[in-house]
């Protein structure tokens, strides 16, 4: 990977200053990132948890 | 007990204890305080402004809801017993996030040395009501996270806080302790790695 393109995915760079093989790239990333983002495990902390937490602290 | 007094509507004043007042009422640093005085029960505001984060971020890093909530309780117990040692009472959620993060660091490596992937476990994390959307979904989480699994803890956790939590490196590199200039570095290796792997498994 090009500096540029690492540039770019970190926000540095905007996408009008890479060169065409270089915005092909990134846009897999983007696809990439997205289906990171969509398939990542969520949940917020069970309910108990804070009472084993404050059991635990007594 | 401690009292406070909290001004009404009218002249009048009401008074409620500490641990009465609401979280939005009682900033970080007061919070911590009063743990520190004594009033243990305060610790449970902390419990509840952080758990979630830290519960979301424990359990992108393992992929299993069991081991994200041990991970937490830990966190959250080591915080309290270690409190005194927060030099920055006003960011005690990036200090109980740097806790967390550090465990979570070390169950990776040590579930990795029991050979256990996030790419095989993390599949059943999110199953909806279609089977065919999810045996496809399964799929592709499998292969996106088996090969993030594959990673360095380090890279694994730098890439997830980027790229999956979506933060910005000088937010990421305050909860490190990192420079700016490092982490990137991290999330470029990270990308680098995690291209190679993906065309492997293509």
Known sequence: MKDELHRH??????????????RDEADE?????????????????????????????? | ME????????????????????????????????VLAGDRDAYRLLVR??????????LRMT?????????????????????????????????LFRILANLCKDHVRSARRND????????????????????????IR?????ALDALTPEQKEAFVLKHVEGRSYEEIAAVMDLSVASLKMRVHRAREALRGLLEEYA
């Open chain 1, 9 to 22: 995915l970190d926000g540095d760079m905007p996408v009008e200053e890479l060169g065409q093989p270089q």
């Open chain 1, 29 to 58: 990333w983007d696809r990439m990132v997205a289906s990171f983002r969509t398939t990542a495990p969520k949940g917020a902390m069970p309910p108990w948890l804070e009472q084993n937490v404050m059991s635990e602290i007594e």
């Open chain 2, 3 to 34: 009292r406070v007094a909290v001004p009404n509507a009218g002249a009048a004043t009401i008074s409620l204890s500490c641990s009465m007042l609401s979280s939005v009422e009682r900033t970080d640093e007061q919070v911590v305080r009063d």
């Open chain 2, 49 to 58: 402004r952080y758990g979630d984060t830290l519960h979301g971020h424990a």
């Open chain 2, 63 to 95: 992929g299993n809801s069991d081991e994200a909530a041990d991970l937490v309780q830990r966190a959250l117990v080591k915080g309290f017993k270690k409190l005194r040692s927060c030099r920055e009472p006003e960011r005690v959620g990036a200090w």
């Open chain 2, 116 to 139: 256990i992937s996030l790419g095989r476990v993390a599949p059943h994390l999110a199953g909806g009501s279609d089977p065919e959307a999810d045996a496809a979904g399964a799929e």
């Open chain 2, 142 to 146: 499998s292969r996106v996270w088996g």
